[in-house]
């Protein structure tokens, strides 16, 4: 069970490969068709995963994984639980602009909004962002998908902005820890 990294294998010209990552597998594979169907200018690779880690069989084969996204349904335990096991297998070089969470169902109930900080002050302890999805509408997925080909397209450094760092500042600047000591 090796650490996943992102700067193990050569990049491939004009290609991008994201890791799509959810326990239960229901908007997975809705967001991973949006992805390939949004964009026209590059390769793009989706791959799909459970959770981490990748099995070592087709190590060798598998591309280079610019981002990982993990995605969590607030109305499960199970799927926040399963995100935060993953980030174990992930190599450190994937926490400095490579990784991001999508979360689904914010608007539920007290449950979800609990979950809701858990995962904030998750993605605030790696500098990551956190997109929330509507999932149950088509524009939703469509929202969620050209924001994760933004950050993707600046992880993979197809991108004239200047650094990944810089970029992904701009979503994380609201959700460093000092801010969840107010509530």
Same mark, same amino acid.
């Given at each position: 069970m090796?650490?996943?990294? !992102?700067y193990s ?5 004009n290609?991008? +490969?994201?890791?799509?990552? &959810?326990?239960?597998?229901q908007?997975?594979s809705?967001?991973a068709?949006?992805? %390939?169907?949004?964009?026209k200018d590059?390769?793009?690779n %989706?791959?799909l995963a459970? /959770?981490?880690p990748?099995p070592?069989?087709?190590?060798e +084969?598998? !591309?280079?994984i ?7 349904n607030?109305?499960s335990e199970?799927?926040?639980?399963a ?7 992930l190599g ?6 490579k990784l991001?969470f ?8 007290a449950v979800a909004?609990?979950?809701l900080l858990?995962v904030r002050r998750?993605?605030a302890s =790696?500098?990551?962002p956190v997109?929330?999805?509507e =999932?149950q509408?088509?524009?939703?997925v469509t929202?969620t998908?050209?924001r %994760?080909?933004?950050?993707? /397209? %600046?992880?993979?450094?197809?991108s !004239? ?8 500042s701009?979503f +994380? ?6 801010d969840f000591? &107010?509530?």
């Amino acid at each position: 069970m090796a650490l996943l990294t !992102p700067y193990s294998k050569i990049p491939e010209l004009n290609t991008a +490969t994201v890791l799509l990552v &959810e326990n239960e597998e229901q908007f997975q594979s809705r967001l991973a068709d949006a992805i %390939v169907q949004r964009e026209k200018d590059i390769n793009m690779n %989706v791959r799909l995963a459970r /959770k981490l880690p990748l099995p070592v069989e087709n190590s060798e +084969t598998r !591309p280079r994984i610019d981002l990982v996204v993990f995605i969590v349904n607030l109305m499960s335990e199970r799927s926040l639980q399963a995100a935060e096991n993953s980030l174990s297998y992930l190599g450190s070089d994937y926490f400095l602009g490579k990784l991001c969470f999508v979360v689904t169902d914010a608007r539920c109930g007290a449950v979800a909004q609990e979950r809701l900080l858990s995962v904030r002050r998750l993605a605030a302890s =790696h500098r990551c962002p956190v997109i929330c999805a509507e =999932h149950q509408t088509e524009d939703g997925v469509t929202t969620t998908a050209m924001r %994760v080909l933004t950050i993707l /397209k %600046v992880s993979a450094g197809l991108s !004239p902005v200047a650094t990944t760092a810089l970029y992904l500042s701009t979503f +994380t600047r609201c959700t460093f820890p000092s801010d969840f000591d &107010e509530d």
